[in-house]
């Protein structure tokens, strides 16, 4: 199986390269530096599978994200769906922006996009808007599913590592620190190898 595995930033780059140059893995894996935020992610994804002639059976967004308390840093989840949670429109009036992507993942949960770098204020807002007790943040996923969707059908996985969890205080600056000592991205492979 072919996949195209899609990075943020450059240290999810560094980190993906060298889990897969370290191992002997099943499938094959073409790694993008997709960059943040839900534009560039979204052009880049479209543009990297053109440039790769839509040939990949899975696409694989990899990385860090922020949790919901209760979450346990280090641990890596994989959701089942992706939504925006900063689009602020009627669902009839733009539903492709209130659409529910469904991922391949086998964690209960959703991964929630927006343009923000997600505070305490913001992931108590989500919860209490949408009725989530658990989920993730990033500024990526659903983007990538939304720029994928207008090419392709080829189905998505996410599988992040949780770095930080606003509601017990963590700020950028714990995002950082975190990023800084769990730079092991081999579980992250392993679990997309062996995803059924």
């Known amino acids: 199986m072919e996949y195209l595995v899609l990075a943020p930033t450059d240290r999810e780059y560094a980190n993906i390269t060298s ?31 053109l440039r790769g002639g839509l040939r990949y059976d899975r696409i694989a ?3 860090y994200a922020a949790a919901t308390a209760g979450q346990q840093r280090g641990r890596l989840v994989a959701p089942r769906t992706a939504r925006y949670h900063d689009c602020r429109v009627p669902e009839a009036f733009v ?18 996009t927006g343009d ?33 969707a207008t090419v392709t059908d080829i ?27 769990h730079s092991d991205f081999g579980p992250i492979v392993e679990y997309i190898d062996n995803l059924k």
């Open 95 to 112: 539903p492709e922006l209130a659409e529910t992507y469904r991922l391949l993942g086998g964690d209960d949960m959703q991964v929630w």
């Open 155 to 181: 189905p998505v996985v996410v599988v992040k590592m949780v770095s930080d969890i606003p509601e017990e205080c963590d700020t950028e600056h714990s995002y950082d620190e975190f990023v800084d000592s």
């Open 19 to 49: 889990a897969l140059a370290r191992g002997s893995w099943r499938n094959r894996y073409e790694v993008c530096k997709c960059g943040v935020g839900k534009a560039l992610a979204s052009a880049n994804t479209v543009a990297a599978l």
């Open 61 to 63: 967004v990899i990385g």
């Open 116 to 148: 923000a770098f997600v505070d305490a204020g913001i992931a108590a807002d989500v919860k209490r808007r949408f009725g989530i007790e658990a989920g993730l943040f990033d500024m990526e996923t659903a983007a990538i599913c939304q720029g994928a």
